[in-house]
Nanobody, 127 residues
Framework: QVQLVESGGGLVQPGGSLRLSCVAPGFTLDYYAIGWFRQAPGKEREAVSCIGYTDGSTFYADSVKGRFTISRDNAKNTVWLQMNSLKPEDTAVYYC????????????????????WGQGTQVTVFS
């Protein structure tokens, strides 16, 4: 059973930063596109960012462009989401997920392609 584990969430004031990490103990993420998704109370889950593994392609939701940066280090089997200039509307549970169906996200992706999910980490941005 593949288990992804997120960490790095927490409480932060507007304008602050957090760095989320996604690891998969005992499982290699090398050949998976990895995505970060979030879900706020009463809202649908949305894709925040995604990174391929062959061409370094990335995707960012419009709401986070210029503020969030996704990166990966296959040697460390880790994917990060650096979140800067956080806003109250960024408050949500953040999940990482693995997609075996795409090596690149340059042409987009579908949420249903993500087979493995973590349990999520809470991010709360408050004044």
């Amino acid at each position: 059973q593949v288990q992804l584990v997120e960490s790095g969430g927490g409480l932060v004031q507007p304008g602050g930063s957090l760095r989320l990490s996604c690891v998969a103990p005992g499982f290699t993420l090398d050949y998976y596109a990895i995505g970060w998704f979030r879900q706020a109370p009463g809202k649908e889950r949305e894709a925040v960012s995604c990174i391929g593994y062959t061409d370094g392609s990335t995707f960012y939701a419009d709401s986070v462009k210029g503020r969030f940066t996704i990166s990966r280090d296959n040697a460390k089997n880790t994917v990060w989401l650096q979140m800067n200039s956080l806003k109250p509307e960024d408050t949500a549970v953040y999940y990482c997920a693995a997609n075996l169906m795409r090596s690149s996200v340059a042409r987009g992706f579908f949420t249903h392609e993500f087979s493995y999910w973590g349990q999520g980490t809470q991010v709360t941005v408050f004044s």
